[in-house]
């Protein structure tokens, strides 16, 4: 522990134990790794998932897309709000009652909802319309009540897969000591982002395939004695149960008999109020949404401000709630997060690194769809596809190699230090931004589009190690889980700030850029001719945009480098 951990404020309550790194076998800490990263990618895997099987659930239920979009995008909101939501409450919960519990409980809300969402056309739905009868006195649309039984399930869903992250990161660290720890913890944050990132992909892909061999799936089961309904959908969350509980099973038993450090101090359930309520309100006042590779042209976008515009009130009550929780914190006995923490240099600055990884990541994932559907032959719908089908192998470019450099991130930290390694990974890849935002156009070979994308990847990737490492490795043990979750929220307050901002940014842009080449066009063209300038127009400007965009990408990764510079070169 470093001199300004052991400085920290005392916890009275917090019991001696023998370090966990000193109890379990390498073995055993082998296999706890493997039942932390599943349900981690996992969880995180159903973050987006539902972007891609919107469609298919809508029209299975019988309901109208144009009149209950709005209704329907909660099944993404919702679990991005819960997921955010119970990093923070379940982070400081595991430092109170050990990780063993805190674990095994999320794991088990995590497959509570799951199998809810599986099977939300059956007892849930009879639950409910029961409850609208008799309490309510209506006589609801079952297929309307069914979507909002999956909502319901999914936000059981997301308070166990958000609680699992920062917990699963405390645990990694209580697992190794604090010169081994970088590898591991860049491991867990890497299968996190992997994971939200391939949803959409992944949910794709398998609904396809169940519309186009379901049937025969079916019969096949049917040949070997089990008769059950063709997969569709559902069977992506059902997936979730048996994985789930064979992770539950294995971590009963691995962590059996391990006592972890605990503080004994009450919870602070008003700071967890209103730190819940500030980001609920940030998240909604942005319109904040990971869901990237579903948005795929401008068009998509400007259409979509309709549902995603800034809202002025929520984000000022963000700002009044955040506002009572630091006050209240600063206050307060027994606090959610120990305000003095940030007078540590390290740890402040890692923070604030995080935030700006979060921003630069979601303009690369932003930015590729929307040119390769510039590029699109067409609008027709299998001109989309392909479109959709080529960002998603782009985007492996980036995704891929920041999940793989992890690893090696954890590595040089532990031969360099963190602040070089962070101060490296944020130069790759403000590299990459900036050579993608000079040398892109409609005509750029998708091979060097590629090749920028891993560079970003690599350099985004080498950071998540370090950042994670530093900040816990700066607190107490009985205060790691709240870190971990403090880590990771910054991250995703920095992708939500960026989709929000640079989407306005980005159609305000491209507005103009076509408004100023429209009134230089000659006079006394026809309609066709008009037509064809202004496609053109609308193309040349919106790839000066994705540019912009991308170069937006690399100024941040420079200012980056401030923060990453007063980290803490080693502990």
Same mark, same amino acid.
Not at 43 to 51: A, Y
Not at 210 to 215: K, V
Not at 413 to 427: E, P, Q
């Given at each position: &522990?470093?001199?300004?951990?052991?400085?920290? !404020?005392?916890?009275?309550?917090?019991?001696?134990?023998?370090?966990?790194?000193?109890?379990?076998?390498?073995?055993?800490? !082998?296999?706890?790794?493997?039942?932390?990263?599943?349900?981690?990618?996992?969880?995180?895997?159903? /973050?987006?998932?539902?972007? *891609?099987?919107?469609?298919? +659930?809508?029209?299975?239920?019988?309901?109208?897309?144009?009149?209950?979009?709005?209704?329907?995008?909660?099944?993404?909101?919702?679990?991005?709000?819960?997921?955010?939501?119970? %990093? %923070?409450? %379940?982070?400081?919960?595991?430092?109170?009652?050990? !990780?063993?519990? *805190?674990?095994?409980?999320?794991?088990? +809300?995590?497959?509570?909802?799951?199998?809810?969402?599986?099977?939300?056309?059956?007892?849930?739905?009879?639950?409910?319309?029961?409850?609208? !009868?008799? $309490?309510?006195?209506?006589?609801?649309?079952?297929?309307?009540?069914?979507?909002?039984?999956?909502? &319901?399930?999914?936000?059981?869903?997301?308070?166990?897969?958000?609680?699992?992250?920062?917990?699963?990161? *405390?645990?990694?660290?209580?697992?190794?000591?604090?010169?081994?720890?970088?590898?591991?913890?860049?491991?867990?944050?890497?299968?996190?982002?992997?994971?939200?990132?391939?949803?959409?992909?992944?949910?794709? /892909?398998? $609904?396809?395939?169940?519309?186009?061999?379901?049937?025969?799936?079916?019969?096949?089961?049917?040949?070997?004695?089990?008769?059950?309904?063709?997969?569709?959908?559902?069977?992506?969350?059902?997936?979730?149960?048996?994985l789930g509980l064979i992770a539950f099973g294995l971590m009963w038993w691995s962590l059996r008999r391990v006592e972890h450090p605990v503080s004994e101090g009450r919870f602070d359930f008003v700071g967890a109020g209103l730190i819940s309520a500030s980001l609920v309100a940030l998240v909604l006042g942005l319109g904040g949404n990971t869901d990237v590779t579903g948005t795929t042209s401008l068009e998509a976008l400007n259409e979509s401000m309709s549902t995603l515009p800034y809202n002025p009130t929520l984000i000022a009550l963000a700002v009044l709630f955040f506002g009572l929780f630091l006050a209240w914190e600063w206050r307060a006995k027994h606090p959610l997060l120990e305000l003095h923490l940030f007078r540590d240099r390290s740890i402040s600055?890692?923070?604030?690194?995080?935030?700006?990884?979060?921003?630069?990541? &979601?303009?690369?994932?932003?930015?590729?769809?929307?040119?390769?559907?510039?590029?699109?032959?067409?609008?027709?719908?299998?001109?989309?596809?392909?479109?959709?089908?080529?960002?998603?192998?782009?985007?492996?470019?980036?995704?891929?190699?920041?999940?793989?450099?992890?690893?090696?991130?954890?590595?040089?930290?532990?031969?360099?230090?963190?602040?070089?390694?962070?101060?490296?990974?944020?130069?790759?890849?403000?590299?990459?931004?900036?050579?993608?935002?000079?040398?892109?156009? /409609?005509?750029?070979?998708?091979?060097?589009?590629?090749?920028?994308?891993?560079?970003?990847?690599?350099?985004?990737?080498?950071?998540? *190690?370090?950042?994670?490492?530093?900040?816990?490795?700066?607190?107490?043990?009985?205060?790691?889980?709240?870190?971990?979750?403090?880590?990771?929220?910054?991250?995703?307050?920095?992708?939500?700030?960026?989709?929000?901002?640079?989407?306005?940014?980005?159609?305000?842009?491209?507005?103009? /850029?076509?408004?100023?080449?429209?009134?230089?066009?000659?006079?006394?063209?026809?309609?066709?001719?008009?037509?064809?300038?202004?496609?053109?127009?609308?193309?040349?400007?919106?790839?000066?945009?994705?540019?912009?965009?991308?170069? $937006?990408?690399?100024?941040?990764? $420079?200012?980056?480098?401030?923060?990453?510079?007063?980290?803490?070169?080693?502990?």
């Amino acid at each position: &522990m470093t001199a300004t951990a052991a400085s920290a !404020r005392p916890s009275p309550s917090l019991k001696e134990v023998r370090p966990f790194h000193e109890i379990v076998s390498p073995q055993r800490r !082998r296999l706890i790794m493997i039942m932390v990263l599943i349900p981690v990618f996992i969880g995180s895997l159903d /973050l987006t998932i539902v972007s *891609a099987i919107l469609p298919e +659930i809508l029209t299975r239920l019988n309901i109208p897309v144009d009149t209950n979009l709005a209704l329907a995008s909660w099944m993404v909101t919702g679990y991005l709000l819960a997921y955010t939501v119970s %990093m %923070m409450v %379940m982070g400081r919960v595991s430092d109170m009652v050990g !990780r063993r519990g *805190a674990f095994l409980v999320s794991l088990a +809300i995590f497959i509570l909802g799951s199998y809810w969402v599986a099977t939300a056309h059956e007892f849930p739905t009879v639950v409910l319309n029961d409850f609208a !009868r008799r $309490v309510l006195g209506q006589r609801p649309d079952l297929n309307i009540l069914t979507l909002i039984a999956i909502i &319901m399930g999914r936000v059981i869903q997301a308070l166990g897969a958000g609680a699992i992250v920062p917990v699963s990161v *405390a645990l990694v660290a209580d697992l190794y000591p604090p010169t081994r720890r970088a590898g591991p913890v860049g491991l867990v944050g890497a299968f996190d982002t992997l994971g939200w990132v391939l949803g959409h992909l992944y949910g794709g /892909l398998m $609904v396809n395939f169940f519309a186009l061999h379901g049937e025969t799936i079916r019969q096949n089961l049917l040949g070997i004695g089990i008769n059950t309904p063709a997969p569709d959908w559902r069977t992506l969350f059902l997936f979730n149960v048996p994985l789930g509980l064979i992770a539950f099973g294995l971590m009963w038993w691995s962590l059996r008999r391990v006592e972890h450090p605990v503080s004994e101090g009450r919870f602070d359930f008003v700071g967890a109020g209103l730190i819940s309520a500030s980001l609920v309100a940030l998240v909604l006042g942005l319109g904040g949404n990971t869901d990237v590779t579903g948005t795929t042209s401008l068009e998509a976008l400007n259409e979509s401000m309709s549902t995603l515009p800034y809202n002025p009130t929520l984000i000022a009550l963000a700002v009044l709630f955040f506002g009572l929780f630091l006050a209240w914190e600063w206050r307060a006995k027994h606090p959610l997060l120990e305000l003095h923490l940030f007078r540590d240099r390290s740890i402040s600055a890692a923070t604030l690194t995080n935030l700006l990884v979060g921003f630069c990541l &979601m303009l690369g994932l932003v930015s590729v769809p929307l040119l390769v559907n510039l590029r699109a032959d067409d609008a027709s719908a299998s001109a989309i596809a392909l479109a959709a089908e080529r960002a998603g192998i782009l985007l492996s470019a980036l995704t891929i190699p920041m999940a793989l450099a992890a690893i090696p991130g954890g590595w040089l930290s532990s031969k360099i230090g963190y602040r070089l390694t962070t101060t490296i990974g944020m130069a790759l890849a403000g590299i990459g931004f900036i050579a993608a935002g000079t040398i892109w156009r /409609l005509d750029t070979p998708e091979p060097i589009m590629a090749l920028h994308m891993i560079l970003v990847g690599v350099g985004l990737g080498l950071t998540i *190690a370090p950042i994670g490492t530093v900040v816990i490795n700066h607190v107490r043990e009985d205060q790691r889980g709240v870190a971990s979750a403090l880590v990771l929220i910054m991250r995703l307050i920095g992708m939500t700030l960026a989709i929000s901002s640079m989407t306005t940014f980005a159609l305000n842009r491209v507005s103009y /850029l076509v408004s100023n080449t429209r009134a230089s066009f000659p006079v006394g063209l026809n309609a066709d001719e008009i037509q064809r300038l202004s496609v053109n127009a609308y193309l040349n400007s919106g790839t000066q945009v994705i540019g912009e965009l991308l170069l $937006v990408g690399g100024v941040v990764c $420079v200012l980056a480098l401030v923060p990453a510079m007063l980290i803490r070169a080693r502990d």
